[in-house]
């Protein structure tokens, strides 16, 4: 197995663990936290797929996507401090009241 596989193997186990955390977890916080390791997953592999066919667009494409993954963060969590204030805890299933 090359060092491309290997990253590629790498980012699909954090893929499935952050996956597996989404589904599994109750906690608001650990449920981002997972979120983010997804993310950091998927751009491990466009900055391995970028490296192995020695282009830049993998690299210009991960730039992007933190730049989109901080303002995202920064919202997210304005969004869990407003519903930790209104209901006073960071269990998801204190939020059901918000469905559509």
Not at 59 to 65: E, H, K, L, P
Not at 66 to 74: F, H, L, P, Q
């Amino acid at each position: 197995m090359d060092r491309y596989q290997f990253l590629v193997a790498l980012a699909g186990l954090l893929f499935a663990m952050g996956l597996l955390g989404v589904t599994i977890r109750r906690n608001l916080l650990v449920v981002m936290m997972c979120l983010e390791i997804m993310l950091n997953a998927v751009v491990l592999s466009f900055v391995t797929f970028a490296v192995r066919s020695r282009t830049l667009s993998g690299v210009a494409m991960t730039f992007f996507i933190y730049v989109a993954a901080s303002c995202e963060i920064a919202l997210a969590m304005a969004i869990v401090v407003l519903l930790v204030k209104r209901s006073g805890s960071l269990d998801l299933a204190a939020h059901r009241d918000l469905k559509g």
